[in-house]
């Protein structure tokens, strides 16, 4: 009884100890694309930003009305991004959906500039130099996407840069179970 009384105070703190080693251990095994958004099922943000290429044309969340449609949150200074924009022009000629673009935390003549050589894939780019929109949207990192259902609630959001597959796999398939809800 002795021998218990004396590893006593070292048994809750070894429990404790093992139960964080365990949450440790099983983060290491959580995928970072799969974070949820508080925003999904939720309406899009309210917003009013400058347009990239006129930044005397304002645009508000009314954009996504009325069609399913994407929000690809992107900056010329990613690299993710870079490597994603050819998939995002390939989807653009798809015809899918319209895809707009939050230009996040960036210079104006480097994003034109990256749009010019790769191609523009997006039917309007909102302008958010001070990144305080996409704060709103609860945005970690670019690239993010967001896909919007016909009456502007955010109905997923996908971490990093879309890629042919999941393009395939899970945004297609969403798109178009989207577009044929009635309203």
């Not at 200074?77 to 490597?83: D, G, H, L, P, Y």
């Not at 994003?111 to 970690?140: C, E, F, N, R």
Request: aromatic share 10%; glycine share 8%.
């Amino acid at each position: 009884m002795k021998k218990l009384q004396q590893y006593a105070p070292f048994v809750i703190p070894a429990l404790v100890l093992l139960f964080l080693i365990g949450l440790f251990a099983r983060g290491l095994f959580l995928d970072p694309t799969k974070v949820q958004s508080p925003l999904i099922g939720k309406a899009a943000p309210k917003f009013s930003l400058p347009g990239l290429y006129d930044p005397a044309r304002r645009l508000d969340q009314g954009i996504f009305q009325g069609q399913v449609s994407l929000l690809n949150v992107w900056g010329a200074w990613c690299v993710a991004c870079q490597e994603e924009h050819p998939v995002l022009v390939d989807l653009a000629k798809r015809k899918l959906l319209p895809i707009y673009g939050l230009d996040y935390h960036d210079d104006r003549t480097a994003a034109l500039a990256m749009l010019q050589k790769g191609g523009d894939p997006y039917t309007a780019i909102l302008d958010d130099a001070s990144g305080d929109v996409a704060i709103d949207w609860g945005v970690y990192g670019a690239p993010e996407t967001f896909l919007l259902d016909k009456h502007g609630v955010i109905r997923d959001k996908f971490i990093g840069p879309l890629t042919p597959e999941l393009i395939e796999d899970k945004l297609a398939p969403e798109v178009r179970a989207l577009q044929a809800e009635t309203p």
